[in-house]
């Protein structure tokens, strides 16, 4: 059967031979056997329910196996034969085209070059799921392909529960993933749950199929980094020559080098596991590898004296680096920390003192005396940073949760009112109010066509939309419009597309209705194909996240998560194509909600409408709930839109005098 009849047959009605798992698959980790012996009776008969009677006692053995092995059912038996990846979009068998984009995107988010763990259908972030299992894909697209344009899917992380008789212009797909009860929302909630098959752990844009690889990632991190170095650099002066010393290589933090030399400064990126230090120089993300730290002395030193602008990764431990630049006198302009400490106690911080190897065998073989150990270490890490920061090191938290785990461990890292951290998170200090408060965030757009050339295009569309608006941006905002001129103008120079043809550029309300709006009039001239455009869901108004997207917010409401429901729900009704809500996300399940949406540019007068009504609320939803907790520039920015845009009414806050409230209590 070709790609075509295998969408089209969904669940086979043959039952298809077992097959082996690819020998150089990246798989899953072993997941938590958390099941009573009832709840794993439970999550087979749940399993079971997708498929045919006559084939349930197989199936009930090999489903158990895979509990034991696996700790989740992911019925690999059925997972297709045909390669996974971001067809053209014609290639999809389909009866509306919106429905073809979606199939595009799923497939994207499953393609062995992009996704973590293909085979567990794990997008990204060790646990990001696209499905919780094959028979769900294959259902999925099976209903994708017979939908028309006045149905809607509604889908339950990851279970299509089946399409609904709806309109043109409701949401083809609505997707839930992870949403609990809030009683039942704690990481071994989440074990359970996953496990029994009722609940997935969607990420961001992995169960929103709105991932497009990493490129998403550098593009954050490049503006974290330029915009730290303006807070602490006087205007005009150069970061070229100036220090920003970090940690991590892995899957996201693999960025910073990257980051840093689109940035123009010096970058030192510490990392112990020389598997994926080497990957990422290999790669050509990062200039230069060294292992030993008189070395990587040396060449610090000469890197500074010569005003270098240069990516080193250090092979060896982060706090090592920090303690030995005090000794040396060497001064950090920028220092931060991508080692994963959303998971300290399994290998995501790696403590120093002992080997590589060491640390892993106490993971297994003594958690207790390792957790110790990590502890112990983040208290000397945090020590080390403190030494630099008194010297005028500027150091920010990246969302890695270093400042939360190192205050657990007891490090001296609390601020003076013993509530508040010494130091500010990047989203406190500079994506906040820089960005988001401004409606600056992650926007993004796929050709579906596949051909590169209409990617190429597509920058030129947005660069010329861009230098048309900054002529008449207010000064406030011409940092950030200058910033994304730049990165368009050497997106493809910077070689960053990994699978589907896709593009991130930061942009505010207005920009990114305008670049939408030029792109669907290209694809009216018959220029390029059908565009898709969405977000990131850590963005202005998708996401509430009280320690990451939302933690400048300051009026007690960041956590309440009203902001990201409203986004949702105002999308899908505005003319998304599909919309997403979930639980979880970065920083852990029970910690967020965030969501996003994905929509089809076809060329059409509809499309261009469903666009203006709906970019500006999922934008300015964020801006006015920013502003309402009086936060200065989105105050700035709701302003002005209200000035754009006479419709808009936003409740604005009387900002109070502090000698009021002196005395009162
Ligand atoms: N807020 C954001 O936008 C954002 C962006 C990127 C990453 N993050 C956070 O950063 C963290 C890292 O993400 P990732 O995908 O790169 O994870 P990852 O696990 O793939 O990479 C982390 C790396 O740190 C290394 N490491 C651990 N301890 C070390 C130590 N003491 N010294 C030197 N190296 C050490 C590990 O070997 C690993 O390679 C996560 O917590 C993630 O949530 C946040």
């Known amino acids: 059967m070709d790609f075509k009849e295998q ?129 769900q894909y294959l259902l999925t697209m099976q209903y994708l392909s017979m939908m028309t344009d006045e149905q809607t899917l509604h889908m339950y992380s990851g279970h299509p529960m089946g399409l609904f008789p709806s309109s043109k212009n409701a949401p083809r797909v609505v997707v839930t993933n992870g949403m609990m009860i809030p009683n039942y929302s704690t990481p071994n909630d989440w074990e359970k749950f996953n496990a029994l098959g009722v609940t997935q752990y969607g990420q961001m844009t992995a169960g929103s199929f709105m991932y497009i690889g990493p490129q998403g990632i550098v593009h954050g991190t490049t503006i974290t980094v330029m915009n730290a170095f303006r807070k602490i650099l006087t205007e005009g002066e150069s970061p070229a020559g100036k220090i920003f010393l970090t940690a991590g290589l892995g899957g996201m933090s693999g960025a910073q080098p990257k980051a840093g030399n689109i940035a123009g400064c010096i970058t030192i990126c510490a990392e112990v596991n020389p598997k994926a230090a080497t990957k990422r120089f290999e790669q050509g993300w990062v200039d230069v590898l060294i292992d030993n730290i008189d070395s990587l002395v040396l060449r610090v030193k000469e890197a500074k004296e010569k005003n270098e602008v240069v990516s080193i990764a250090f092979i060896g431990n982060i706090v090592d680096v920090w303690e030995r630049f005090d000794v040396e006198d060497i001064f950090i302009h920028l220092g931060s920390d991508q080692t994963s400490l959303h998971i300290p106690w399994t290998g995501g ?6 080997s590589y190897e060491e640390s892993n065998r106490l993971i297994s073989e003594d958690p207790e005396a390792f957790k110790e150990k990590v502890q112990a270490s983040l208290r000397r890490h945090a020590a080390a940073i403190n030494k630099h920061n008194s010297k005028g090191t500027y150091f920010f938290d990246y969302g890695n949760a270093f400042l939360l785990e190192a205050s657990r461990a007891g490090a001296d890292i609390m601020a003076e009112n013993k509530i508040d951290f010494k130091y500010a998170s990047y989203v406190q200090d500079i994506l906040g109010p820089m960005c988001f408060d401004y409606g600056f965030g992650p926007f993004r757009w796929v050709c579906t066509s596949g051909n590169p050339a209409d990617l190429d295009k597509t920058d030129q569309i947005a660069m010329d939309v861009l230098e048309k608006m900054i002529a008449q941006s207010p000064k406030e905002i011409q940092l950030q419009m200058q910033d994304n001129i730049i990165w368009i103008k050497d997106a493809k120079k910077n070689k960053l597309v990994v699978g589907s043809q896709a593009r991130i550029l930061y942009a505010d309300a207005e920009g990114r209705f305008k670049i939408a709006d030029a792109f669907n009039k290209a694809v009216a001239a018959g220029e390029i194909g059908a565009i898709v455009i969405g977000r990131d869901h850590h963005d202005v108004s998708g996401t509430d996240s009280p320690y990451r997207e939302t933690s400048n917010i300051y009026d007690g409401s960041k956590f309440t998560a009203d902001m990201a429901i409203h986004n949702v729900i105002g999308d899908s009704f505005r003319g998304a194509t599909w919309v997403s809500i979930h639980n979880g996300g970065g920083v852990g399940w029970g910690e967020v909600i965030n969501g996003g949406f994905g929509m089809f540019l076809d060329g059409t007068e509809a499309a261009a409408e469903r666009l203006k009504s709906m970019i500006f609320y999922d934008v300015n939803n964020g801006i006015a709930r920013r502003s309402w907790a009086r936060n200065e520039e989105a105050l700035f920015a709701i302003k002005r839109e209200m000035e754009r845009t006479p419709s808009l009414k936003v409740t604005l806050p009387n900002l109070v005098d502090d000698n009021i409230l002196k005395n009162l209590f």
């Open 7 to 135: 969408i089209l047959e969904g669940i086979p009605t043959e039952l298809p031979a077992l097959k082996p798992y690819p020998s150089n698959a990246n798989r899953a980790p072993k997941r938590k056997d958390i099941l009573s012996i009832e709840e794993k009776q439970l999550a087979i008969r749940n399993a079971l329910r997708y498929f045919p009677k006559q084939w349930h006692e197989e199936l009930a053995k090999e489903f158990a196996q895979e509990l034991k092995t696996y700790g989740r059912i992911y019925m690999h038996r059925f997972k297709p034969t045909y390669k996974m990846y971001a067809r053209p979009i014609d290639e999809y068998p389909a009866k509306c085209k919106q429905a073809a984009a979606i199939m595009l995107m799923i497939n994207n988010n499953l393609d062995n070059t992009v996704a973590q763990h293909p085979e567990e259908l794990i997008t990204y972030g060790g646990n990001g799921a696209v499905f919780q299992n094959w028979a």
């Open 349 to 354: 911080y790696y403590p120093v003192g002992i």
